[in-house]
């Protein structure tokens, strides 16, 4: 998922770079996007190694971005985008249920070392 949400990142900021788009400037697209995208690859590398910090902090990234969200889209005068902080939540829960599992692959891991086939 980390990785399927960098590609987009990277994407819309490579879209926003190259067209002139008052639409994709107003949500920020650009090179921040591009940033953001290679933050959250490395991230999506981490956790795919099994690194229990790396979701933890993609998950801590993601409700930032729901809160800044929020706080501008309310400053504003603007309506609370509903659907965006669903999917946002689905993110958020998705990594820090990552994280709880790499914690639980950890645990069997070093549970298994004391393990012998052997009699």
């Known amino acids: 998922m980390l990785y399927f949400l960098a590609g987009v990142n990277t994407l819309l900021g490579v879209i926003g770079l190259l067209v002139e788009s ?18 959250v690859a490395v991230l999506g590398f981490f956790t795919y190694r ?16 729901a809160l800044t969200t ?11 985008p509903v659907v965006a902080l669903i999917i946002r939540a689905y993110i958020i ?21 004391g393990v012998s086939l052997q009699p």
Not at 22 to 39: D, K, R
Not at 50 to 65: E, F, K, S, V
């Open 22 to 39: 008052e639409a994709l400037e107003a949500v920020g697209m650009g090179l921040g996007s591009i940033l953001i995208g290679v933050v």
């Open 50 to 65: 099994g690194t229990r910090a790396a979701p933890i902090l993609a998950g801590i990234l993601y409700i930032a971005d």
């Open 70 to 80: 929020v706080v501008d889209t309310v400053t504003e005068g603007g309506r609370v």
């Open 93 to 113: 829960i998705t990594l820090f249920t990552a994280a709880k599992a790499a914690a639980e692959l950890r645990r069997r891991e070093q549970e298994d070392v």
